[in-house]
Each structure stands twice: as C-alpha cells, then as structure tokens.
C-alpha cells in the first residue's frame, strides 16, 4: 500500500526565513500534487507536479519532484505570516493517498 | 463555475445512528473521493468512485460505505455511528487524470 510521509509535521519560523518541507513516498508515481489547509477550512490546490524534475513557483512557495527518490519538496522563501497554515502532499496512484501534513507558523 | 458542493455543513447524530453525506462534483468531473479527517489530523482515504463504479476503498469498517449516481455525484453512508466518526468528511472531484482534484467544503459530523 502506497504511504506518504512529510517532514516536518510541526514547524514554526520567523519572518523572512527559508525553509522546506519534505514530502517522501513508498511506491513509484509520477503525479503529486500540494494543498493548503486554513483552520477549519478546506483544502486549496497549490500544485501539480506530473513528471520527474517538475518544478512549479507560485509566490514565496516552490515545488519540485524527483520521482526516482520519491521524493517531492515545498521551499518557503522569505515566509511572511499569510503563509501561517497546514500544507499536504498527496501522492496519485490508484487513487490519492496524503501525507499527514505540516502544520506551519510563521512568526514576527 | 460551480465548485465542489458537500451538504449538509454541520450535522449531528447520536449514536448507532446513520448519517448520509452528499457530494455534487464540479461539472464534468467524473472521480469522487471521500476523506475522513479528524480533529487536528490529516486526511484519511474512505472511497474512491469513478464512472460510477468503486475503484478502492481505504482502511475503514464495512458500516462506511457509499455510491455514486449517473451524474457523478456522490453519497457517503455511515451505519452505526460511534463517537469517533466525529470528523470532518471532505469529498473532492477530479476530471481528467492528470489534473488537481478539487475540494468541497466538507460536512462536519458531530457525534454524540
């Protein structure tokens, strides 16, 4: 069965700093995709990725994939507090499968 | 363009009761997937439907079960309720495969 695994689960940061968020999967897939999460919200589509060395910027967030590592990344630069949220990677295989998120803060 | 609909947003139940969810995908979209998020937690895999049919089911009891009709919306059926159902269900529709799925607002359920 596919598992997805992000790192960090919690993360708290300053304003202006750099920072990444890992996402790493058990089984070969070549689309994942990124979403955020407000606090009592639902979820909203940051990113697709859908073929090894993808990379998508929006922002102060970038995404990439290595589909040979299995391995999908979410680079914050120079984070400001909007960002403050809970960011998910989920993998498509059959279906979709996410990891269990990361809870960002960012903080003055 | 109208987006993912879940109905109802709040419902309470008490327990070993049904609850039934509703989910209109957007238009055109043919997949549904059903999650199960707990407070503070992340998003648990119930159901996968497209074209109609079942395409997979995650790790949850048979007392969760649902359908999808030929329009491509969706139900999710809970028999039997426990208190730890108490969740947000989230439902999202995709189109063609390799585009994003989109998210409903979700249907909390409160058991009690």
């Known amino acids: 069965e596919l598992k997805v695994e992000q790192n960090p689960l919690f993360l708290s940061m300053q304003e202006g700093k750099n920072y990444t968020i890992y996402c790493n999967y058990s089984?070969?897939?070549?689309?994942l995709y990124w979403y955020r999460q407000d606090p009592g919200k639902s979820l909203e589509s940051l990113f697709v990725l859908l073929s090894n060395g993808a990379v998508k910027q929006e922002g102060r967030l970038m995404a990439s994939l290595d589909t040979k590592a299995r391995l999908s990344t979410l680079h914050i630069t120079a984070a400001v507090h909007d960002l403050s949220a809970t960011y998910f990677c989920?993998?498509?295989?059959?279906?979709?499968?996410f990891g269990a998120g990361t809870r960002l803060t960012v903080k003055p | 363009e109208a987006g993912v609909t879940q109905s109802p947003t709040h419902l309470i139940k008490t327990r070993g009761q049904q609850a039934t969810l509703r989910c209109s995908p957007i238009?055109?979209?043919?997949?549904v997937y059903w999650y199960q998020q707990a407070l503070g937690l992340g998003l648990q895999f119930l159901l996968w439907y497209d074209e109609g049919e079942e395409r997979n089911r995650g790790n949850f009891p048979p007392r969760f079960s649902g359908r999808q009709f030929p329009n491509y919306s969706s139900e999710l059926n809970v028999n039997a309720l426990e208190l730890e159902d108490s969740a947000l269900y989230l439902c999202?529709?995709?189109?063609?495969?390799?585009?994003?799925?989109?998210f409903g607002q979700g249907t909390r359920l409160t058991v009690v």
């Open positions: 989920a993998v498509v295989l059959n279906d979709m499968r």
């Open positions: 999202a529709s995709r189109g063609q495969p390799n585009t994003e799925a989109f």
């Open positions: 238009s055109g979209h043919t997949s």
């Open positions: 089984t070969t897939s070549d689309r």
